[in-house]
């Protein structure tokens, strides 16, 4: 347990005194308590270590539609590559080269591997003006080509930290689109940060894709807001503070986000410097639970032990709604998931670059009263929030803040094509206790519905199609009653997660590039 002052400034647990109402929060022991893990990393200085950036940029023709504020997606991404850029050339310690590739239906390399100076940026921004959209979108090339690239990269420089950033605005419309034929292309020992542009990205290929060990999924809902993503991806890699991070517990369990479970083994990977991180645990000893956290840093292997802190007064009121809202977006993202499924049969519609098939072993009532169901758990739950803010004077809590977003943009888009996208990003995020996260839903869908309150569900909407397929909708009456609490969302400064440094990396990474640096001069 040697080491702790270097890495850890809290590593503790704490419990409630009361056991846990299993109709709130269902959990597989008796009498079990709710407990929190708070863990918070010490600061740390940039990575020195030598690093390769690779980025990976889709040109595709859809790159040159335009965005709300009149720029192309293209442009947005230019200006974000370029503060990459010049945040590296303004910092001379990060010991970095880059190399960019853009493909389409073919791969090419505007800029070769190479290190940032004032000799040569000049040029490097020249020619990440010069990439622009073309053809099609071959997702499975681009893979291949970047898996090859790593491979000569580890060969000749094998202890060099390898980034790939990887993003794409849009579907596979060429070469593989099979899931697990373009997962096995993913080079799984360098860390991977896959990026969905715009909300008619492939969020189902990408979430797969990232689900492997080092890889992690953004979603970019405001094109003007992809600096903030690029930057907290930045700023994970060049902060990194420990490394292959695993929490196991005796007499207890962890839950676990993605199959909402407890465990008691939970891999987290990496760990950054000054991040404050919360996991929840449960016991019914927790005099005798024990929590151990087993890390890497350098090549070193380190154990850490928390230590329980006894507080009668413990109220962990704000993690217990934490924990109910994750549970609570784990059903809506179940729900949406198992509407479609890969039998043969199917209304000829498409979502994300394949044909999904519309799951006829769920009858049209099932889904409606399940949606509705659902609606109202959402509605219930955020009023509850809400009136437990107002009678705490707790309005200015951003974690609860935080909350309410996740279950505010998850009520606006159930039933919408987008749904599980946009309740997928927002588990994960509060889940991993990202910075950024996504606030901006789209107005209308395809076919012209407003997809906010009192509006035909997407999911409805295809269910009525069967009859050019010789299947009856079945009788019902459905009311979408409209959201009784009216929720601002949270501004970028009132995020929970959010650190010093990692706001400042983000903010250098999403200001304005002729702010940065006078190249003239």
């Avoid at 689900?211 to 930057?231: Q, R």
């Avoid at 217990?320 to 809506?332: A, E, I, K, S």
Wanted: glycine residues 4%; charged residues 25%.
């Amino acid at each position: 347990m040697s080491n702790f002052s270097m890495f850890m400034s809290c590593f503790n647990m704490s419990f409630e005194n009361k056991i846990i109402d299993n109709e709130l929060i269902p959990v597989p022991i008796d009498n079990a308590r709710f407990g929190i893990l708070s863990l918070e990393s010490e600061p740390c200085d940039i990575n020195k270590q030598e690093q390769d950036f690779i980025f990976t940029i889709d040109r595709s023709g859809s790159m040159s539609d335009k965005c709300t504020d009149g720029r192309t997606k293209m442009q947005h991404i230019i200006h974000t590559l370029k503060n990459m850029v010049l945040y590296f050339f303004d910092n001379p310690n990060i010991n970095a080269y880059i190399t960019v590739f853009a493909f389409d239906d073919t791969v090419f390399c505007f800029i070769e591997r190479t290190k940032v100076t004032l000799i040569n940026i000049q040029e490097i921004l020249f020619k990440i003006e010069k990439i622009y959209p073309l053809g099609s979108t071959n997702i499975e090339l681009a893979l291949k080509h970047v898996s090859l690239y790593i491979e000569n990269i580890k060969m000749s420089n094998p202890s060099n930290n390898i980034s790939n950033i990887f993003m794409t605005d849009g579907e596979a419309t060429t070469g593989s689109k099979n899931l697990t034929v373009l997962k096995g292309l993913v080079y799984t020992e360098i860390d991977n940060a896959f990026i969905g542009f715009g909300i008619n990205h492939d969020y189902i290929l990408l979430e797969h894709i990232s689900s492997s060990k080092n890889s992690s999924y953004h979603f970019v809902d405001a094109l003007e807001k992809a600096g903030l993503v690029y930057g907290e991806i930045l700023h994970n890699i060049l902060y990194k503070h420990l490394i292959d991070t695993e929490i196991t517990v005796e007499n207890g369990l962890l839950y676990d986000y993605l199959n909402d479970q407890w465990v008691n083994k939970l891999f987290i990977g990496t760990i950054v410097g000054q991040s404050n991180k919360t996991f929840h645990i449960i016991s019914n000893n927790p005099d005798n639970c024990k929590i151990i956290l087993n890390c890497k840093n350098n090549d070193n292997n380190y154990l850490f032990q928390a230590n329980k802190i006894d507080n009668p007064l413990s109220d962990h009121t704000t993690y217990l709604f934490r924990q109910r809202t994750l549970q609570l977006l784990f059903q809506v993202k179940d729900f949406q998931q198992k509407i479609f499924t890969k039998r043969e049969e199917t209304i000829g519609f498409h979502i994300f670059g394949r044909e999904n098939k519309l799951n006829y072993n769920l009858r049209e009532s099932d889904i409606k009263t399940k949606e509705a169901k659902l609606k109202n758990q959402l509605r219930l739950f955020l009023e509850e929030i809400k009136k437990y803010m107002s009678d705490n004077n707790l309005t200015d809590d951003k974690i609860l803040k935080n909350l309410c977003d996740d279950i505010y943009i998850s009520y606006k888009t159930i039933g919408t094509k987008y749904g599980n996208m946009y309740t997928t990003a927002r588990q994960v995020s509060q889940a991993t206790q990202r910075c950024y996260t996504v606030s901006n839903t789209p107005i209308q869908d395809d076919d012209g519905f407003d997809t906010s309150f009192g509006r035909p569900s997407f999911f409805s909407n295809l269910l009525n199609k069967r009859n050019n397929f010789g299947h009856q909708p079945d009788e019902i009456k459905f009311n979408d009653d409209p959201l009784a609490v009216r929720h601002d969302l949270s501004s970028f400064d009132d995020l929970p997660y959010l650190t010093p440094i990692a706001t400042k990396l983000m903010r250098d990474i999403s200001s304005s590039t002729d702010e940065k640096i006078n190249l003239e001069t």
